[in-house]
């Protein structure tokens, strides 16, 4: 039998990072291989920059986990994120005849014409629907029902797309199919969030290496979508600027570092280590932790838009490398006056390894288990031949027979969360303007049609027409009356 897996990838500011997993029937995953690459160096906020080296990276990751596995693979789950996502709100509306019955095509036609919308340099990458107004009342399904007017509300979040163009490029460099693209936050916040959570309202804050990105979840719908171009990194940099190494500045945020600490605890006289023979005062080192995790978290609250900030029982969820500094939660407790946080150390799903990063339960590995988590087509190939197999094989185990070829979706048929990729788009558009050609196409036919019929018409009413008509009836009388 073939083997079957699933792999996922999520592009990192510090880490890229490559996973596979099993699923079983139960919907538990048995992680079977895990591979970290640094990608500081063409990874920044999230966003790839340089195509060649990250090209090269998923290339490095997919051999190590091919070794591991000894199977070939196919295709990957990919998630998107980084600094350039963002949402905004938009309304489509549509008028009526009188008391119309709403059909599936009217929500279909509102949710195209929103996709179609153009944004300067901006990509749409997902609609969540909000609600659909008909007339004066909001609906969440509008189908069936009598209306004049019906509104559709949509939140679109955008990327640049000079960013989701390299996205996609770096994959076609690097000949890697792409079995789903996902929005990482949309991924990672069914992996970490419970339907209480979501329904009755809460933040989910991922705070990362170089950015924090947050989510905001109201009545089981994403309300508000951004990232912040602020992480665990500027925390570091600060620390470095008492003049040491980032690498020392790292340790010394990990050991020391404190989200918060009370006044009366702090020791005026203390000293804390950097090496054998250097020292810093522990209240600059605290006083610097907190005053950047401070503007971390104004930032972060700025983000949940006014009409939430009192709706959020379900409170504020934490997760991400970054929310494991001491004393996160009375940070946030603090500034944002919600009572209800908890750091979310680990997902939901049950998860089963042997690797230790997996079973570390820190919040780093929260999204690509969440990837991870969405994944439903098989990605395993072949035996994996460690020698390289034929010296002129040009082509990469990607090109197995079992890859697919996926239609262009609509956007009813699209999944939340799931980006169409470049190709798809390029497919989506082509069938739509095949559509709309032969839309033009039909309505010229009728046109013509219906100037023929005004033709025939016109002559037939036409002075002449009527004259021959009259002399015809005449001659045939005289023919009549002369037998």
Not at 287 to 305: F, M, T
Not at 418 to 438: G, L, P
Request: net charge negative; with cysteine.
């Amino acid at each position: 039998m073939p083997k079957e897996f699933i792999v996922a990838i999520e592009l990192g500011s510090s880490k890229m990072t490559g996973i596979a997993g099993k699923k079983s029937l139960d919907g538990s995953i048995q992680v079977l291989a895990c591979v970290k690459e640094d990608s500081s160096l063409f990874i920044r906020k999230g966003v790839v920059y340089n195509v060649d080296k990250t090209a090269q990276c998923l290339t490095s990751i997919i051999t190590k986990l091919e070794k591991q596995l000894k199977t070939t693979i196919t295709q990957v789950y990919v998630g998107v994120g980084g600094q350039s996502i963002r949402s905004i709100r938009n309304v489509i509306a549509k008028d009526l005849p009188g008391e119309t019955l709403v059909t599936q095509d009217m929500v279909v036609e509102l949710m195209d014409n929103n996709r179609s919308v153009a944004y300067p340099d901006q990509e749409i990458l997902d609609a969540a629907v909000q609600e659909y107004k008909v007339d004066s009342q909001y609906q969440i399904d509008p189908v069936g029902i009598q209306c004049s007017r019906i509104e559709g509300n949509f939140l679109n979040i955008l990327q640049r797309k000079a960013f989701y163009k390299n996205l996609n490029k770096c994959f076609e460099t690097a000949d890697i199919n792409i079995a789903e693209l996902y929005l990482a936050p949309l991924a990672l916040a069914d992996s970490v969030l419970t339907e209480t959570e979501k329904r009755s309202g809460c933040a989910l804050v991922d705070m990362g290496a170089d950015t924090t990105t947050v989510s905001v979840y109201y009545k089981n719908i994403l309300r508000h979508l951004a990232v912040i171009p602020l992480g665990g990194n500027n925390i570091t940099k600060d620390i470095a600027s008492l003049q040491m190494e980032e690498a020392d500045a790292e340790r010394m945020k990990l050991k020391y570092g404190s989200a918060y600490t009370e006044n009366s605890e702090i020791d005026n006289n203390m000293k804390l280590s950097i090496d054998q023979d250097r020292q810093v005062e522990s209240r600059k080192f605290i006083e610097i932790v907190e005053g950047r995790l401070e503007e971390i978290v104004a930032n972060v609250w700025c983000q949940v838009p006014d009409e939430y900030c009192d709706k959020l029982l379900g409170g504020i969820i934490l997760t991400g490398g970054a929310s494991n500094m001491k004393n996160i939660e009375q940070a946030f407790r603090n500034y944002t006056h919600v009572d209800k946080i908890r750091v979310a150390k680990f997902v939901t799903q049950t998860i089963t390894s042997s690797i230790s990063d997996i079973n570390a339960h820190d919040g780093t590995m929260n999204t690509v288990l969440g990837l991870l988590a969405k994944g439903d087509i098989n990605c395993a190939g072949q035996d994996y031949d460690p020698n390289g197999g034929d010296l002129f094989k040009t082509t990469s185990s990607m090109s197995s027979d079992n890859t697919f070829e996926r239609r262009a979706r609509t956007a009813v048929e699209t999944p939340s969360g799931v980006i169409r990729t470049a190709e798809e788009k390029r497919q989506a558009e082509e069938e739509a303007r095949r559509r709309r050609e032969e839309a033009e196409a039909k309505a010229r036919e009728e046109a013509e049609a219906k100037a023929r019929e005004e033709e025939q018409r016109r002559k037939e009413n036409s002075f002449w027409n009527k004259a021959f008509k009259g002399l015809k009836e005449f001659g045939k009388k005289m023919v009549e009356d002369d037998e």
